[in-house]
């Protein structure tokens, strides 16, 4: 495995001399170093060609201002499997890229390692003496004493950017966050990329024996390392509100917003800590503490204004910034994706589905379009598209089945596919051009099983608009919740994905495949929770990144599983699947909460007997055969089990 070294630099020519050496003598030398230097920068440049040429120098430029978008450039200029980064004022010991790369080697699951900076101020060296580095406690304070580390290695949420190396699929497919403010160095930009890559299943290895030793240098006015510039402190206040809130539940969220508030840090004043400095500094206590608060609340509020919308997750805030993956690259070479659409009876709708496949950025190795015996009209319409060539670049097999039902569709199409992966999704949704290749880098993971997005929904002309961000999870008590359509904010790991847009390793269905059990006579509703589900409690990942994005344009089902008028026996089949896909998943003391809560509270779509109880004014008494449908279902599914 072969390092590049990216290392961001302005106005520090003088300084060049020693990270040079330190790289030069490298018992394991990167194959590039990459030095990220402005537009205007024409000494350092003249610098680097005076004391480099023996090392394999590149340099690249950026046009921008801030730290974020030198190591965006940076990142997208890089070439080998894994990066590492540093700063302009360090100088890496002989073993520092050995170290580093160890870890990789030893554990696939392994998306980022860092190591200690031994920093030096005002002559002396500041000596190790922490234990708990690198970490987001529950109540969200970033506690970072990375150049105090001491012990053995061990995972942490963020690294630190001046001792950092990360595999470079997952750090592109991410990228540094160009939403965070600041003029200089961007308070929290190696958290932009750091916790996305947690919350994706990378784990992160802080090791205290990779040592590199770290000589601050002065930054412009107004950026200092402890500046008390209202500006700097609401800038810094605003970045980490933005991640943090991002990562957290909205509980945590909220106790965040408490804890900064009325306590706060050290560094970022809440009203305890100012009441505390009020003797030592004066009433200028009270100013900086207006200015966090304000940055706190900013930041929370700009998380809830994101949207997945606005793109992909490494060009977040700035389309011209974006850390793009190559196409191929995104998904490792070797590795051949199909995508499978089952449909009935929506010729016009496979159309535009099949077009938004031609338009992918990362073109599918093969696409397996499923169509049941007795529709004839589609089979013969794409028959005629594709002997015309209407999906130029696009290979496109249609496959016959004769069983109704979509999970029959959905097994043959994976029988039909060669991929190693196989990505579905549904004859009334379009892919946007990025979704594969949003999708696919995530499994350069090997711990992650499955990966899925979000469904732009629109319903009769109207666009289901909102953010969420808690996302397909499976409660403690077995209640679901689905938002696939509304989630905002970074990729993360879920329990459930939803059938439009998903996409499964090839092993993982052959073992956790598609539940045939499950009832109805189409649409087979809930039919994606058994895959997610078992892959979940067999140990995979399972992934939700909202910047893999589709269309789903809602349509009529040919079928009697119906979308909007919801039958009895169609109640009474949707709560079976639900039931039978929960309680497989859940260990056997929490079946039993599963099974209480469910007859007796439910949910607004699957009613226990308080939520009848409480929809008898707007129902009547179909609120009552409702709750007797699903209790039906339910009990099925306990039975089944």
Known sequence: MEFSVVIPTTGRSERIGDVLGGLRLQDRPATEVIFVLRE????????LEELGGDLPLRIVRVDRPGLIAALNVGLRAVRTELVAFTDDDAVPGPDWLAALGAHFERDPRVGGVGGRDNVWEDGGEIPPGANRVGRLSWFGRMGGEHHRGMGGPRDVDFLKGVCMSYRTIAAQAIGFDERLLGGGCQVANEISLALPLRWAGWRLVYDPRIVIQHYPASRPSGDERLSRDPKYLRDAAFNEALLIGEHVGRTRRLVFLMHAWLVGTRRHYGMVQALRFLRQRGVVVFREWKVTAAGRWAGVRARRRHSAATGY????????GAVRVPAREAANADLRVSVVVPTLGRLDRVRLCLAGLAEQSRLPDEV??????????????LAEDLASGCYDGLVVRVCRVSEPGVIAALEAGVAEAEGDVIAFTDDDAVPRPGWLATLLPHFANPGVGGVGGRDWVVEDGELQDGSAAEVGRVRWWGGLVGNHHLGVGPAREVDTLKGCSMAFRREVLEKHGFDRRMRGPGAQVANELAPALAARKAGWRIVYDPSAEVDHNTAPRQDADHRWVMRRQQISDAAFNEALAVLGYLPRHRRLVFLAWALLVGSRRQFGLLQAVRFLPKYGKESLGRWRATAHGRLAAALTR
């Open 40 to 47: 205007d920068d024409t000494t350092t440049a003249d610098r």
């Open 313 to 320: 997750a490494g060009q977040r805030g700035r389309q011209d």
């Open 368 to 381: 397996v379009v499923v169509v049941r015996e007795d529709d004839t009209v589609t089979a013969e319409g």
